[in-house]
């Protein structure tokens, strides 16, 4: 929706993949820590397989977040400048663990976007087709709503219908666009 409104849009996910095709260092990295188990036939990575492993396993999360992050964080720097060099006013970050991994900190404002519980696992069951053992797993490992809600600039609250969520949506486009321009980038 920020996209349509005139926001360009830089998607941590997308960047985690960039990052990690074959051959790639992050991809190295990856095999030389978890093993060829977490690669397919293609020899592209498991994903499905590595988000297993890593929630089963904290050591072996924060060791996969030492491998991605600063790469993502490195790309996400310089797609950002791209885009403010060629005069994009207004560059919003996707990233689904920002908080939890303290980007909140290097960027701002930050824009929450919040459901409540049951409905937070009811879309995880649907999207990701976990189990509710994943689910739990899944939102253990994530800083708490509460405390990302104190964190966070703007909270858009995602219970209610689609035309709730575009007028929230747009209310925080209008205030992003009346705030002074800033030098900083993710």
């Given at each position: ?71 993502i964080r490195a790309l996400a720097q310089a797609r950002a400048q791209e885009l403010a060099a060629k005069g994009s006013a207004i560059i919003i970050y996707e990233a689904p663990l ?89």
């Amino acid at each position: 929706m920020l996209r349509e409104l005139g926001a360009k849009i830089i998607n941590a996910d997308d960047l985690a993949r960039s990052i990690v095709q074959p051959g790639k260092e992050a991809w190295k990295e990856i095999v030389a820590a978890f093993g060829t188990e977490v690669l397919r036939q293609d020899r592209t990575i498991d994903r499905e397989k590595l988000r297993t492993d890593i929630f089963e396993d904290a050591q072996k999360r924060k060791r996969l977040d030492s491998i991605t992050h600063p790469r993502i964080r490195a790309l996400a720097q310089a797609r950002a400048q791209e885009l403010a060099a060629k005069g994009s006013a207004i560059i919003i970050y996707e990233a689904p663990l920002l908080f939890e991994n303290e980007a909140h900190l290097w960027l701002r404002p930050v824009i929450l976007v919040a459901c409540d519980d049951a409905l937070q696992r009811q879309r995880l069951k649907a999207r990701d087709r976990l189990s509710e053992v994943e689910i739990k797993k899944h939102i253990r490992a994530q800083m708490p709503l509460s405390e990302k809600r104190q964190l966070a600039d703007f909270v858009i609250e995602n219970d209610g219908d689609l035309d709730d969520l575009k007028k929230q949506v747009k209310d925080v486009w209008e205030k992003l666009r009346q705030q002074p321009a800033v030098g900083s980038t993710p």
